[in-house]
């Protein structure tokens, strides 16, 4: 079974600039959740999908972050404009069910705006 | 504000010595508990969850839950180097779908 795949790995963008980060969740999951980790800071939420539908967005900083999840499959995370702020590590994560047993989370994207 | 707070460490053990990591949690109501371990520049990894009062053993592993004190631990006997990461606590403190409040993760050092 593939895991949960994000992508780009890194990304270096300068401020202003325009960057879309994308998940792709294990199949057949549900549930899909895009969380931060800034520097010296804990994983904080910021988003759960059900399917297509927004479940939970009340972790999203600010209305330059725009997560969609088009057919209920992958989801994307934009930034846009970018600001310095908003370098850290972004992860995905998915389940099958509600979570209650934990989920499985990707990679990350190390994101840096310089 | 809803905390989960961790010794940031690095928490040093011999191997073959058993590593205590704690967490406490300022939400009363919550009611799932997981430790993930992240090896440097990796995703985080579900090593254990814990849900209600005691303990719960898999492995090397136990957790440990006191919902009364808002603590949970995570022991891991017989440290190996392969154990060095960092280890973070995560609580669902919601009702419904979980959404997870984690700590900023201890730093566990075991050296051979």
């Known amino acids: 079974e593939a895991g949960v795949t994000q992508f780009p790995s890194h990304s270096v963008i300068e401020k202003g600039q325009t960057v879309t980060l994308r998940c792709d969740p294990i199949?057949?999951?549900?549930?899909l959740y895009w969380y931060r980790r800034v520097m010296g800071k804990e994983i904080k939420f910021l988003l759960h999908?059900?399917?297509?539908?927004?479940?939970?967005e009340s972790g999203m900083p600010n209305n330059r972050f725009l997560a969609e999840r088009t057919g209920g499959t992958y989801s994307t995370l934009k930034v846009q404009p970018a600001e310095l702020e908003d370098s850290g590590v972004y992860f995905c994560?998915?389940?099958?069910?509600?979570?209650?047993?934990?989920?499985?989370f990707g990679s990350g994207t190390r994101l840096t705006v310089v | 504000q809803k905390e989960v707070e961790q010794n940031s460490g690095p928490l040093s053990v011999p191997e073959g010595a058993i590593a205590s990591l704690n967490c406490t949690y300022s939400?009363?109501?919550?009611?799932?508990f997981f430790w993930y371990r992240q090896y440097s520049g990796k995703s985080p990894e579900l090593i254990m969850s814990?849900?209600?009062?005691g303990d719960k053993e898999d492995g090397r592993f136990t957790a440990q839950l006191n919902k009364a004190s808002q603590y949970v631990s995570l022991l891991i006997r017989d440290s190996q180097p392969s154990d060095s990461a960092t280890y973070l606590c995560?609580?669902?403190?919601?009702?419904?779908?979980?959404?997870?409040?984690f700590g900023k993760g201890t730093m566990l050092l075991v050296s051979p």
């Open positions: 994560a998915s389940s099958q069910d509600r979570g209650d047993y934990g989920y499985t």
């Open positions: 199949s057949g999951h549900d549930n």
């Open positions: 999908f059900v399917k297509e539908s927004k479940q939970d």
């Open positions: 939400d009363r109501v919550s009611q799932s």
């Open positions: 814990i849900y209600s009062n």
């Open positions: 995560a609580v669902n403190m919601n009702s419904g779908y979980s959404t997870l409040t």
